[in-house]
């Protein structure tokens, strides 16, 4: 069940910023990602998920499948608000349509994770997350475990004594046992205030690429080389989407999806290729 990348294949704006990446004493500015399409999408409010032939908008009880080459609306899915008030996130794992749901922004908080067949959109299963983490904002896989995102807030949706500075990753086992958990770094908290993480995942060079809820940027983080609960913040990339949540196009090289809610589009881009991972 383990997902799978393609290369991103390298640039010179990559090749510039290896040492950086290695001995920086701060993140390092990657420049803008290129905007590939733009696809009109009114329900694009929460995120988008991609595969080889479709891009999926997500928009709290809402699901619509786009078809990726022509831009049409194939298909809708609509669930009772009451039952799912705010899927944030959504991405293809494993021929499935994984979905980060919560009922943000009530309180307390309480978090699942909702599977769809991405042919049907068809509802298949529910895993209860409960209470007591924060919202979950965004589903990974990788290695055989479980990756998700728990966003805090300092004023809507937030629940005291909680605010943004404790969103968290969490790593799930197959049974959804807490193994381990990150915090995030204060460089990249303090683009998330007072909101939190609205999307991430894991590029084709094994790190994490994360958005915030509504600055145009995506942070490229990795796990902390010498161990420790802080996630370090490497780089930064300016992105023509506001925050929300992203997904990786695993079957064209460097293409990233986003979304902007202002103007309801589904965005296409061509991320800038990083530096080699390190050792």
């Not at 809507?156 to 770094?185: I, M, S, Y």
Request: hydrophobic share 35%; with cysteine; net charge neutral.
């Amino acid at each position: 069940m383990s997902r799978t990348h393609t290369g991103f294949g390298l640039t010179g704006l990559a090749a510039s910023a290896a040492l950086s990446f290695s001995a920086h004493a701060g993140p390092v500015d990657m420049g803008q990602a290129e905007v590939v399409r733009r696809y009109p999408a009114p329900e694009a409010r929460q995120g988008v998920a991609v595969d080889r032939d479709h891009i999926y908008a997500v928009a709290n009880f809402t699901i619509a499948k786009y078809d990726k080459k022509t831009g049409a609306k194939l298909a809708e899915w609509k669930g009772d608000p009451v039952r799912y008030p705010h899927i944030n996130s959504c991405t293809i794992i494993a021929r499935e349509l994984v979905c980060a749901s919560s009922n943000f922004p009530a309180t307390p908080h309480w978090s699942s994770v909702e599977f769809f067949d991405p042919k049907t959109l068809k509802h298949l299963r529910t895993v209860a997350l409960g209470p007591g983490t924060g919202s979950v904002t965004w589903i990974e896989r990788r290695d055989g475990f479980w990756y998700a995102a728990f966003a805090n807030y300092d004023g809507k949706g937030g629940e005291a004594p909680r605010d943004h500075r404790h969103t968290v990753l969490v790593k799930f086992d197959d049974q959804w046992r807490r193994t381990e958990a990150w915090t995030f770094p204060q460089t990249v908290l303090e683009r998330f205030a007072p909101m939190s993480s609205s999307g991430g995942g894991f590029g084709p060079d094994g790190r994490l690429y994360i958005t915030g809820h509504d600055h145009k940027e995506l942070y490229i983080l990795d796990f902390p080389k010498e161990g420790g609960p802080v996630l370090e913040h490497l780089a930064t990339i300016g992105v023509d989407v506001e925050g929300q949540a992203i997904d990786w196009d695993e079957t064209q090289a460097g293409m990233i999806y986003g979304i902007n809610r202002s103007t309801k589009e589904i965005v296409a881009l061509r991320i800038p290729s990083p530096p080699a991972k390190r050792p």
